[in-house]
């Protein structure tokens, strides 16, 4: 599957970051069925020991979860409510649709080999997710702790998925809106050796 495949999505050619799979409708029949097809292949990694099933309840204007990486990717359904993909100033991201990158009621998001995100929720989400791989964040429960400033967080963040050998292609897109523009997100790039075009 393609970037091109997939609404809501976010990323580009060269690295896949998330996106909402088409739902298929079987015919009209007794039973009801509402079925999402997708290339496991395409979004996850390698075999892993480490993975969960996990089911999250968002309560409304949740806003402290810390950005995170997801080595082996990421499949949920959303079962109630909405949660988005914040960027740095706590805004729904923008897709590759020109939208805001808002996950509702029945939609499966898939994000890829490392992709990472920061979920956040206004009105609340029930969600269900499947994670092969587990995260990477710079703490232990994922959180932003109290009194750091999200920047430090995502620096942080950074830090540790680079320990833990994330392509150069996934913390650049990291870095990109996780890291302030200029010489801040420069800096970055150059500790990882990477360029911001390559």
């Known amino acids: 599957m393609s970037i091109e495949q997939l609404t809501y999505s976010t990323g580009n050619s060269d690295f896949i970051n ?10 009209a029949g007794r039973l009801k069925l509402d079925v999402t097809y997708f290339d496991l292949s395409t979004f996850l ?13 968002m309560p409304p204007d949740t806003r402290d979860v810390a950005p995170h ?6 499949i949920a359904r959303v079962l109630e409510g909405s949660y988005f993909d914040a960027d740095m100033g706590g805004v729904p991201i923008i897709g590759n649709n ?7 009621k029945g939609m499966v998001v898939v994000s890829t080999q490392w ?8 009105e609340g989400a029930v969600l269900e997710y499947f994670t092969p791989g587990g995260l990477v964040s710079m703490n232990r429960d994922g959180m932003i702790p109290e009194g750091m400033s999200l920047q430090t967080v995502a620096e ?12 150069p292609d996934a913390l650049r897109y990291a870095i990109g ?22």
Not at 115 to 122: I, L
Request: net charge positive.
């Open 18 to 27: 998330s996106g909402v799979v088409p739902r298929m409708q079987p015919p």
């Open 45 to 57: 990694g390698a075999p892993t020991k480490r993975g969960y099933m996990a089911s999250l309840t």
């Open 69 to 74: 990486f997801h080595p082996g990717g990421e």
């Open 98 to 104: 020109g939208l805001p990158l808002v996950y509702t």
């Open 115 to 122: 992709s990472n995100h920061m979920p956040w929720s206004n």
């Open 156 to 167: 942080k963040t950074i830090e540790a998925a680079a320990k833990a050998q994330a392509p």
């Open 177 to 198: 809106w996780m890291i302030n523009p200029g010489q801040p997100r420069e800096d970055m790039l150059r500790k990882y050796h990477l360029s911001s075009g390559d």
